[in-house]
């Protein structure tokens, strides 16, 4: 079984910014940890699980809209792989994630579900 932790703050440019131009936005720190654990049942099977947590303060954004605006977000992941051969790979994975916003039109709830087949020729 194996850990790892991380933890960062980085300055980040929001969508408007980007899409739009600086006088519609501006930039805003992003501040949070994420926890890892994987686990390899057999040479075959391996699982995986994932908590993190991230604030973004978008202080003053350039617009009066976005002034204040704070948003913490959790997310709790899991997923189980098998090896069927050297070069194929499936799996399943599910994530949900809560976002958390001062601003209620930004608050939301994703769960994701995922079953995939992976390819590494």
């Not at 994420?34 to 699980?49: D, E, F, P, V």
């Not at 070069?87 to 939301?108: H, K």
């Amino acid at each position: 079984m194996s850990f790892g932790l991380k933890a960062f703050r980085r300055f980040e440019e929001t969508l408007e910014t980007l899409e739009r131009g600086a006088a519609y936005g501006g930039m805003y720190t992003s501040t949070g940890t994420n926890l890892l654990a994987s686990y390899r049942m057999n040479s075959k099977i391996t699982g995986q699980g994932e908590l993190s947590y991230t604030h973004d303060d978008y202080g003053r954004a350039g617009r009066v809209v976005a002034e204040g605006r704070e948003d913490d977000r959790w997310r709790g992941a899991f997923s189980i792989n098998y090896q069927i051969q050297k070069w194929l790979r499936c799996g399943l994975s599910y994530s949900y994630t809560d976002n958390d916003s001062n601003f209620d039109d930004l608050d939301y709830r994703e769960n994701r579900g995922m079953l995939f087949i992976r390819l590494a020729l």
